[in-house]
């Protein structure tokens, strides 16, 4: 095997088979959220709010699109399309990604009670401060409850993202009942997205316009078996274009919509992924793994990024003055890094696994017909 997996047969895509290299462009986008953590913690590092465009909230659509794609396909392969098989997903649904939600909160706000523990703060952003302050304002049975209801998100803020994924998994199922071989119902919701999805001023509404990421990847689904697979070198030049005009559109006014046909087109080409080389590093073990752990790893890498710099703070005061400040981003990056995947992989071990397979096991149990 020389350190990585076989490459994926083309005919995968087509038969609704599991897409590995799928899981390494999820983990991919989880090291972006949390590069864009590190870097936007510290002051003076240049063009930081592209890089936090780019890193950040297009590492999130592009999550939204993955989830919405692999949905679908799921759905598809269980052969549970209709009314009746709805119930049964809710329930493997809410169990695939609530409790891990859950034990996140927890070992945030475990992991928040030594923020008390920093002396200073001077080096940090605005945002950074903001987020410290906001852990540590958590108080109270009811403020704990209250994020773990995730209606309040002071202890892990990132986790706004699980109530757009929670609202876009309940929708996908609905989606999928409308007939696909009539363009027209598939048009009008559409245009109701894009009707709700901005407001009077012309910016895009920040509950609502996430959610068209999730119906750009059930589009893409309807699609992908009617794509036809582009040559090597098409794929790499259409690739190229469509990186280029995904830094455009950031570096021109950046919104959810633009960004999820955008990456969305490019999602459509990275699927069946015809090219070798790319397709090899896709499909590495350590990018495979980290894949695996992706989920995971999103929920609690903020928290640990702050517990980072506490360490660096109590044990190393003398590396925060480090200049240029990029440097010590990258290095409060790596760490958080070497914090977080082992922490991850406990998690999918013990919370994600046994968790998604009792939602399977309750849903056999309840719904067996679906």
């Known amino acids: ?28 986008a989880a090291l972006g959220v949390c590069l864009h953590h590190a870097l ?40 549970s399309t209709g009314v009746s098989g709805i ?15 859950l034990v996140a909160v927890v070992l945030a706000a475990l992991v928040a009670l030594f923020y ?21 304002s958590v108080t109270g049975l009811r403020a704990y409850v209250m994020n773990a209801l995730l209606l309040d998100r002071r202890l892990d803020p990132p986790l706004w993202t699980i109530i ?18 009539r363009p027209l119902p598939i048009l009008a919701v559409t245009a109701l997205f894009l009707c709700f999805a901005y407001r009077a001023d012309g910016s895009t509404r920040y509950w609502l316009a996430p959610l068209f990421a999730f119906y750009i990847g059930y589009l893409i689904h309807l699609a992908e078996p009617y794509f036809r697979v582009p040559a090597e070198g098409k794929t790499k030049l259409l690739l190229a274009l469509g990186i280029a005009l995904w830094l455009f559109s950031i570096r021109h006014g950046f919104n959810y919509i633009t960004e999820s046909i955008i990456l969305g087109a490019i999602l459509l080409l990275l699927i069946p992924c015809n090219w070798p080389g790319l397709l ?19 929920l609690i890498n903020l928290p640990l990024l702050l517990l980072s710099y506490v360490m660096l703070e109590l044990l190393m005061p003398k590396l925060l003055v480090i200049q240029p400040p990029i440097l010590l981003a990258l290095m409060l990056f790596f ?15 013990f919370v994600e696994l046994p968790f998604n397979s009792l939602g399977h096991l309750l849903a056999r149990r309840f719904f067996p017909a679906s």
Request: charged share 15%; hydrophobic share 45%.
């Open 1 to 28: 095997m020389n350190g990585v997996f076989p490459v994926r047969s083309p005919d995968v895509t087509k038969s609704g088979g599991r897409i590995g290299h799928l899981d390494a462009l999820r983990g991919i």
């Open 40 to 79: 936007y913690s510290f002051h003076g590092i240049p063009q930081n709010e592209y890089i936090y465009r780019m890193a950040g909230e297009s590492a999130v659509v592009f999550f939204f699109l993955l989830s919405s794609f692999v949905l679908c396909r799921s759905i598809d392969r269980g052969g």
């Open 87 to 101: 119930p049964a997903y809710y329930v493997k649904r809410f169990f695939r990604i609530y409790p891990a939600v």
């Open 116 to 136: 008390l523990e920093i002396p200073d703060l001077g080096n940090a952003t605005a945002w950074f401060r903001e987020q410290v302050a906001k852990a540590r």
């Open 164 to 181: 757009i994924e929670l609202i876009g998994s309940f929708i996908l199922p609905w989606l999928m009942l409308l007939p696909r071989r």
């Open 280 to 298: 090899t590093l896709l499909n590495s073990r350590p990018l495979h793994l980290l894949g695996m752990i992706s989920f995971s790893f999103y």
């Open 335 to 349: 760490l958080s890094i070497v914090v977080t995947v082992p922490i991850a992989m406990l998690f999918r071990r």
